[in-house]
């Protein structure tokens, strides 16, 4: 019974972490491709137009020197929060909680998770 | 107003007006079911859009309508359905338009579509109806917005540099981001008080906006829409 309880309960923390997956992916792709671009390279449509260059995402190194909590932020705030550039808008009024996490997750994804 | 006139006379005039208002009635029943059928495919036209998930965004062809009437102006819109040109560089939904190459993504522009043409009389209609499409009237009430001067430097600034606009909007034909729709003929199609109400809540309009919240004072939000009304006078 124990044992069946232990597989239920990873099952469904498996199946959560991939619906947050999900989400994260299919919002990314909502509201941040147009600048941070469909491959997360920091080309997307806007950027030629742009004063600063959006981050690229896929910069393992660059990434990696930011927390979570700075990308919940930075996503939350806008780019002014951590005195970056005003072009990256504040979507706390967009996203709640819960899909800021999911895009935070899939920073991560994108960013550390080379295939 | 009537006292003076024969009772005969009033009962003529009050069925003449009953009729007219019948046939009013009927014609705008009868438009209202043209454009469900002709514009209901792309265009929501109810606010059914705002209760799905948030994921509905991704699949719009068309933004929504169901407010045209507190966001366009009418004589824009008889123009625009006449002649209509893009305002959206990469579409309502930018993503479904994007393309890697080797300077980075940009717009497939064979996958947009072209909004169709109305005669005359079609667009005085569908115009007329959609001016009728109100469910934000409290909205435009609270609105504080007098339309204003500010110089072009300063506008200009406020746009890009201060606030970021430019990231997503064209302030001038070719400058600016393409995800937005451009905003240099925004003040001809768009009534003052829906520019300030949805600079600052996007939301409270369409829950599943891409357009997000600056950190924009009312102050701040008149003065850019007052750069908006002053690029839109210059255009043609």
Redo the contacts between chains.
């Keep these: 019974m124990k044992t069946l309880l232990i597989a239920a309960t990873l099952s469904l923390a498996s199946v959560t972490a991939q619906a947050a997956a999900d989400s994260g992916k299919q919002l990314y792709s909502v509201y941040c491709t147009q600048c941070h671009g469909v491959a997360g390279d920091g080309k997307g449509i806007n950027a030629a137009q742009m004063a600063v260059q959006p981050r690229d995402h896929t910069d393992t190194k660059e990434m990696s020197a930011r927390t979570d909590e700075e990308l919940f932020k930075v996503i939350e705030h806008g780019g002014k929060s951590i005195n970056k550039s005003v072009l990256m808008p504040p979507w706390g009024d967009n996203l709640n909680d819960d899909e800021i996490h999911a895009l935070v997750g899939h920073l991560r994804a994108l960013c550390c998770q080379k295939n | 107003m009537m006292k003076g006139i024969p009772v005969k006379l009033r009962l003529t005039l009050g069925i003449a007006a009953a009729l007219a208002a019948s046939v009013h009635v009927a014609a705008h029943a009868d438009t209202a079911a043209d454009v469900k059928q002709q514009c209901g495919s792309c265009h929501a036209l109810d606010r059914d859009y705002a209760k799905a998930a ?2 509905e ?2 699949e719009r062809k068309a933004p929504p309508l169901d407010f045209a009437g507190n966001k366009f102006r009418r004589e824009w819109l008889y123009s625009w359905l006449q002649n209509p040109v893009r305002l959206r560089p ?1 579409g309502v ?3 479904a338009h ?3 190459s080797a ?5 497939d522009t064979t996958t947009l579509a072209k909004h169709p043409a109305l005669d005359a009389a079609q667009a005085g209609k569908v115009a007329d109806y959609l001016m009728t499409l109100t469910p934000f009237d409290g909205l435009i009430a609270a609105e504080t917005y007098q339309p204003g001067t500010i110089a072009q430097r300063m506008g200009q600034m406020n746009f ?5 606009c ?3 909007h064209q302030d001038a034909p070719d ?5 937005g729709p451009e905003l240099y003929t925004a003040w001809q199609r768009l009534q003052p008080a829906f520019i300030s109400a949805y600079i600052a809540q ?2 409270a309009w369409d829950p599943h ?2 357009m ?4 924009a004072n009312t102050a701040a939000v008149h003065k850019l829409a007052n750069y908006l009304k002053l690029i839109g006078e210059k255009q043609p």
């Design positions: 948030k994921h965004r991704a990469a939904f930018p993503p994007a393309k890697p300077d980075g993504d940009v717009v890009g540099k201060f606030k970021g430019d990231g997503c400058t600016g981001g393409v995800s996007p939301a906006t891409m997000p919240v600056g950190d």
